[in-house]
């Protein structure tokens, strides 16, 4: 199973992709490539770029975001990854799809090797903060007050 999808209501992301955005679909390199419209499938086309059986021990998909500093990167995975105003397309090994909007069905790991001022509480029931003031913070119990002297 693999987000193949992301659907983005307009307005949610306005630091990111502008005031008053309409709604943006990101496809992660799925089977299929999608357009959802109003939170519904609007179009399936098959995706030219697909990989079948490029990765083994249960990896199906793997996709970076990749851009300048500034860009949004961060802003994205928090909405990927702990977000319930977006809208996630999911495909199985059987190349079903279907539209969800709980994040908790996937595991999602949050890893970014800057120490952050502060660590990434959004991830949820189901995932992991792997940054590096999270690492931090676990290694000292939890207590982040000698954290301000960095």
């Not at 307009?10 to 089977?31: K, M, S, Y």
């Amino acid at each position: 199973m693999r987000i193949a999808a992301l659907y983005i209501p307009e307005g949610v992301l306005p630091h990111v992709f502008g005031e008053n955005h309409t709604q943006i679909t990101l496809n992660f390199g799925g089977i299929n490539l999608y357009t959802i419209c109003n939170g519904e499938i609007s179009d399936i086309k098959p995706n030219p770029y697909y990989l079948d059986d490029i990765f083994q021990d249960g990896i199906s998909l793997f996709s970076c975001i990749v851009g300048n500093n500034g860009g949004g990167k961060t802003s994205l995975l928090k909405l990927i990854t702990s977000s319930w105003h977006c809208w996630y397309v999911i495909e199985n090994e059987n190349n079903k799809f279907w539209l969800t909007e709980n994040p908790e069905q996937f595991h999602r790991v949050y890893y970014t090797p800057y120490l952050n001022d502060t660590a990434f509480f959004s991830v949820r029931e189901n995932g992991k903060d792997l940054s590096k003031n999270s690492l931090i913070k676990n290694d000292n119990h939890g207590d982040s007050g000698l954290l301000s002297d960095f």
